[in-house]
């Protein structure tokens, strides 16, 4: 007999979605702002020599945004649960 698949969560409270939403619109925001700083240090910018080209360039932008989010997955810098915290204490 297997069992493993047959339990389901307890659904989450009002208060837990609204945190996992706030957290992760927090996420969401340092991630923008991290894609925004790794742009302006010339991360993902197309070398002159041996580049990508035209097909590069467009879709630098998606690299970049991913590679964001991952810092953010990864700890990023802290921005995140300072905004949380910050929205948290604003309801």
């Known amino acids: 007999m297997d069992v493993s698949g047959s ?23 340092e991630a923008g702002f991290l894609a925004e700083m790794l742009k302006a240090s010339g991360f993902g910018k197309t070398p002159d020599a ?4 035209t097909g590069e360039d467009q879709f630098t932008s998606f690299l970049v945004q991913a590679q964001a989010e991952k810092l953010v997955e990864a700890g990023g810098i802290g921005l995140a649960e300072h905004i949380f915290q910050a ?4 309801e």
């Open 7 to 29: 339990l389901s969560p307890a659904p989450k409270t009002p208060d837990q979605v609204r945190t996992d939403q706030l957290r992760d619109a927090s996420q969401k925001l």
């Open 50 to 53: 041996f580049g990508g080209g």
């Open 87 to 90: 929205l948290v204490e604003k």
